[in-house]
Nanobody, 126 residues
Framework: QVQLVESGGGLVQAGGSLRLSCAAS????????MGWFRQAPDKEREFVAA????????NYAVSVKGRFTISRDNAKNTVNLQMNSLKPEDTAVYYC???????????????????WGQGTQVTVSS
């Protein structure tokens, strides 16, 4: 079983940038596809970005494509989310998640992921 811990959240002005990191432990990190999700107050958790086990393929929500970049370092057991040109509507708790399924396509739904971090708050002020 893998444990996930997110970091890097905070308060930023609109147009600014943040870099989220997720550190994994307790499992073989390279065996998992990894994803980022977010949940705003009174809204359902939604897909943001995901990456295959090797890092060779990625998938993004339409709302963040071109602004966010997901990457992973299997040697360091980390997955990152670089967020640029942030907007107030990006405000949410961001969660890192791991998917044991080795196949494609990359999962975009909450139930496809097996392990979750505790989340990190991102607040974008206007």
């Amino acid at each position: 079983q893998v444990q996930l811990v997110e970091s890097g959240g905070g308060l930023v002005q609109a147009g600014g940038s943040l870099r989220l990191s997720c550190a994994a432990s307790g499992g073989t990190f390279s065996n998992y596809k990894m994803g980022w999700f977010r949940q705003a107050p009174d809204k359902e958790r939604e897909f943001v970005a995901a990456i295959t086990r090797s890092g060779g393929s990625t998938n993004y929500a339409v709302s963040v494509k071109g602004r966010f970049t997901i990457s992973r370092d299997n040697a360091k057991n980390t997955v990152n989310l670089q967020m640029n040109s942030l907007k107030p509507e990006d405000t949410a708790v961001y969660y890192c998640a791991a998917d044991r399924d080795s196949g494609l396509p990359i999962g975009v739904r909450v139930f496809e992921y097996d392990y979750w971090g505790q989340g990190t708050q991102v607040t974008v002020s206007s």
